[in-house]
Nanobody
Framework: QVHLVESGGGLVQAGASLRLSCVVS????????IGWFRQAPGKEREFVAA????????YYADSAKGRFTMSRDNAKNTVYLQMNTLKREDTAVYYC????????????????????WGQGTEVTVSS
C-alpha cells in the first residue's frame, strides 16, 4: 500500500514562494509517477504538475508553467513542488498522488489515473 504525506502549505502573500513536499512510502518509489493536483473551494480537483517514474519527464498545467517547478529525489522518496510568484487563484488544497503505470502527459494529467492520494496541504494566497 502506497502512502503519501504532503507538507509545506501555508498562508502567504501574493508574489511569494512556497515549496511543497510529498513523502512517499510503502512502494517502490522509483517505479511511481507522481502528480500534484489542487482543489479550490467549490471547484473540481485539477491537475498542476506531474513527474514520470524515471524523472526524465515533467508536465505542467498551463496555470503552472513558468512559475512552478516539480522535482523528485529518489534517495529521499520525496517529490517537491516549488511554487513561485503565487497568485490568489493558486489558493487551494494541494494533493500529491501516485501512479504505478503511466508515463505520458495525457495519462499523468488525469486524476483518474492515480490510485493513491495524500491527505492534502492547504495553500492560501492573500492579496
Amino acid at each position: 500500500q502506497v502512502h503519501l504525506v504532503e507538507s509545506g502549505g501555508g498562508l502567504v502573500q501574493a508574489g511569494a514562494s512556497l515549496r511543497l513536499s510529498c513523502v512517499v512510502s510503502g512502494g517502490t518509489f522509483s517505479s511511481l509517477a507522481i502528480g500534484w493536483f489542487r482543489q479550490a473551494p467549490g471547484k473540481e480537483r485539477e491537475f498542476v504538475a506531474a513527474v514520470s517514474a524515471s524523472g526524465d519527464s515533467t508536465y505542467y498545467a498551463d496555470s503552472a508553467k513558468g512559475r512552478f517547478t516539480m522535482s523528485r529525489d529518489n534517495a529521499k522518496n520525496t517529490v517537491y513542488l516549488q511554487m513561485n510568484t503565487l497568485k490568489r487563484e493558486d489558493t487551494a488544497v494541494y494533493y500529491c498522488a501516485a501512479n504505478s503505470w503511466g508515463e505520458h502527459e495525457l495519462t499523468l494529467s488525469n486524476r483518474n489515473a492515480y490510485g493513491y492520494w495524500g491527505q492534502g496541504t492547504e495553500v492560501t494566497v492573500s492579496s
